[in-house]
Nanobody
Framework: VQLQASGGGLVQAGGSLRLSCAAS????????MGWFRQAPRKVGERVAV????????IYSDSVKGRFTISRDNAKNTVYLQMNSLKPEDTAVYYC??????????????WGQGTQVTVSS
């Protein structure tokens, strides 16, 4: 499956952004989809996940209550709505896919990343 992330940009602290990740090539509904981020000099972080069959979601503690992951299987797209953004949310955000994934591992497919910068 090929993934194309978009929607990043520069926003002030407290603002919002919505990231999108469009998938192509396989049956999208069979994939658990996740958003990850990588900031300079920091360990990469799994931000949010939507599980393929249950629709359940998993969030990191750092974004819980501020970020919402959703998916539209008809459009082969997963979204990450990011509200109340903080400077520490600044990172490159990647979407990833795991076929029949549990949400915790198996992300074999990755998008190219989109930069999110939050100014204070």
């Amino acid at each position: 499956v090929q993934l194309q992330a978009s929607g990043g940009g520069l926003v002030q602290a407290g603002g919002s952004l919505r990231l999108s990740c469009a998938a192509s090539g396989r049956t999208f509904s069979n994939y658990t989809m996740g958003w990850f981020r990588q900031a300079p000099r920091k360990v990469g972080e799994r931000v949010a996940v939507t599980v393929w069959n249950s629709g359940s979601t998993i969030y990191s503690d750092s974004v819980k209550g501020r970020f919402t992951i959703s998916r539209d299987n008809a459009k082969n797209t997963v979204y990450l709505q990011m509200n109340s953004l903080k400077p520490e949310d600044t990172a490159v955000y990647y979407c990833a896919a795991a076929e029949y994934g549990s949400g915790y591992a198996g992300y074999a497919y990755w998008g190219q990343g989109t930069q999110v910068t939050v100014s204070s």
